[in-house]
């Protein structure tokens, strides 16, 4: 009871109708609806209205034959929580309705003017060029195979806000043969995202077992190889030094045909630094061997 009423009597219900968008006739406006109260002498509803930065306070008053109403003291990209109250003739007023949130729709953070994918040398190349950033924090790098999901495989940092191009560049050297899927989820400062159109790149089998030389080299603090595996077959990747002691096993397993990369951080099995000087790689893929020659400097 409140004044003498039943909070029953006076429960409103706010449902969103529409936010509407910029690209819209009636743009940065809000409308709301509810269910009419059965009050006999209902004087009016009272709107109520908070942001996050600004406590809740009536903002309108609504007849009693209306149960919309059209907020258009409305900033694009504020959130904006709404409540309604009926009173009625005696000035007596119910309980607040319950809250109902509405996040006015802003124009795209980022306007995005190309997003390619190419397979280049043993590795996916996303490049992708932005027209202008808003509150840009980022996009995250997703791929898919076929019947999977996306997943999450890099970052690459934004520009904030700005108003001229820019690119972006990121190298994908885990890939796996036949079709691989890439999207961008471009992220706001407010945590707010937005997912980029998906690329398609067919990767074919390679012909043949190769280990291809080192990247850089000479080398400090680490160094990449890529190799090339034709058929599904166990592989190892050791590192030796002049004398054939075997200083770093870099991988021993099995591994499906297609195009992969490996990483020396220039240390031994231990997890200790080696000394500088030249080591011996050798990769072994079944009967296939091969040895490539890589410089530590210091």
């Known amino acids: 009871m409140r004044n003498g009423f039943q909070r029953l009597f006076f429960f409103v219900l706010i449902s969103l109708i529409h936010t509407f968008t910029p690209s819209e006739a009636l743009s940065q406006a809000v409308q709301l609806t509810w269910r009419a109260n059965p009050e006999p002498d209902l004087a009016y509803y009272a709107i109520h209205r908070a942001t996050v930065s600004s406590p809740s306070s009536e903002i309108a008053r609504v007849p009693p034959t209306d149960t919309t109403y059209l907020d258009t003291e409305i900033t694009l990209g504020n959130i ?28 795209t953070p980022v306007e995005m003017k190309s997003f390619t994918a190419q397979f280049l040398a043993n590795r996916v190349v996303l490049k992708w ?30 520009n904030g806000t700005v108003t001229v191009p820019k690119t972006y560049k990121f190298v994908d050297t885990e890939i796996s043969t ?45 160094t990449s190889f890529d190799y090339n595996v034709s058929r599904d077959a166990k592989i190892s990747l050791t590192v030796y030094d002049l004398l054939g002691r075997k200083i770093k096993t870099l991988l ?18 231990f997890s200790k630094k080696v000394a500088s000087g030249a080591y011996f790689v050798r990769f072994v893929a079944g009967d296939f061997r091969q040895v490539r020659r890589v410089l530590l400097q210091k």
């Open 80 to 107: 904006y929580t709404y409540r309604i109250a009926a009173i009625d003739s005696a000035g007596n007023e119910s309980e607040l309705s319950d809250e109902i949130m509405v996040a006015a729709d802003i124009a």
């Open 129 to 158: 060029i932005t027209a202008t950033e808003t509150n840009n924090f980022g996009f995250e790098v997703e791929r898919s195979l076929p019947n999977h999901d996306f997943e999450k495989i890099g970052f690459v940092a934004g």
């Open 178 to 222: 036949g079709k691989v899927f890439y999207r961008l989820k471009q992220i706001d400062l407010d945590g707010r995202f937005d997912y980029s159109d998906i690329l398609t790149v067919n990767i074919g089998v390679p012909e043949h077992f190769e280990l291809s030389a080192n990247y850089p080299n000479p080398f400090n603090p680490e």
């Open 252 to 269: 021993d397993e099995f591994k499906r045909a297609g195009r992969h990369t490996v990483t020396w951080d220039g240390t031994d099995n």
